[in-house]
């Protein structure tokens, strides 16, 4: 996992979350907004969250789609 990543949390359905580490939020306050930004330019849209970034792609998602959004939200911690 990457240095930022605090927790990866499942919900209902397809929701899920990326948390970022306390050490990450207290190191740049904007550390959020970097990362969906990044994710945004990699071609995925998330939710920023207070702590993290959210994903809730449709329950007809395939493989190809949930690796492309891993790798986005990677492309996003990439620019902490």
Do not use: F, M, N, Y
Request: proline share 5%; hydrophobic share 50%; glycine share 16%.
């Amino acid at each position: 996992g990457h240095a930022a990543v605090g927790e990866v949390r499942a919900g209902l359905g397809l929701l899920g979350a990326v948390q970022l580490s306390d050490d990450a939020l207290a190191a740049d306050p904007g550390a959020v907004g970097k990362v969906a930004a990044g994710a945004r330019a990699a071609g995925v849209l998330v939710r920023p969250l207070l702590r993290g970034v959210a994903v809730s792609p449709p329950l007809t998602v395939d493989r190809s789609h949930l690796e492309e959004i891993g790798a986005a939200i990677g492309a996003g911690l990439e620019r902490l």
